[in-house]
């Protein structure tokens, strides 16, 4: 019974994961990648880790923990400093019908680029 | 008990993944994009670590995918820094904070 939650949980891990990666490939500029990277895939990759948890010992199972909280904390914060440094090189929207919202508020923009020193 | 052709099924797949994103890290166009990329492809390898380590019936593989986790956490944080403001960390006694 528990092999089997674990090959379900595996499988549909696996498609996540792959949902994700076609996203990475597939998705045309960086704002929408980060979609793909930062849920499809940590998704993906929790719930492989929960099957490999399924009738392990302790050792992989206090493990899989940690490595998820671990993913779950830090995964949004990476996503959201790419997103940020993106925005502040002005990389373009190719999404068709995109807007930049904080680019036409006033004061909400991103700051000018400083020159490298 | 486990089926354990499932598991070896999810690693060969996951092997596949992977060249698909160290190729998505070649062609991508930016240096953001590239990024991404990267970090996605250490989510796969972490995924592909969990499923070795369960396969195995043995905890260490997994030793490598929280320290994984956690460099590469480090590490896209750092280039994205570089990135947006051409050097990873603040500076404060120049610019004060932001």
Redesign the interface.
Known sequence: M???V??VL??V??AT??L??YG??RFP??YT??H??GKA??L??SL??A???I???A??VS??I??VV??AL??P???H??A???H??R?PMRTPGAVDESATTPGAGAPPV?P?? | MRNDLVFFAGIAWLAVLLAVTIAAIGRARTSAERLVALDTAVLVLIGLLGLVAAESRRPYALDAAMVLALLSFVATLAAARYLGDRRPFDQPDEDGPR
């Open positions: 528990s092999g089997l674990a090959d595996v499988v891990g696996l994961m792959t994700g990666v990475i490939v500029d960086v990648q980060l793909a990277s895939a940590f993906g990759v492989l880790l099957a490999a948890a009738g392990g010992g050792a992989i493990r899989v940690l490595a671990l993913l830090t995964t914060v990476a996503a400093a790419i940020q440094a993106a502040h090189r990389e400083k490298p020193r």
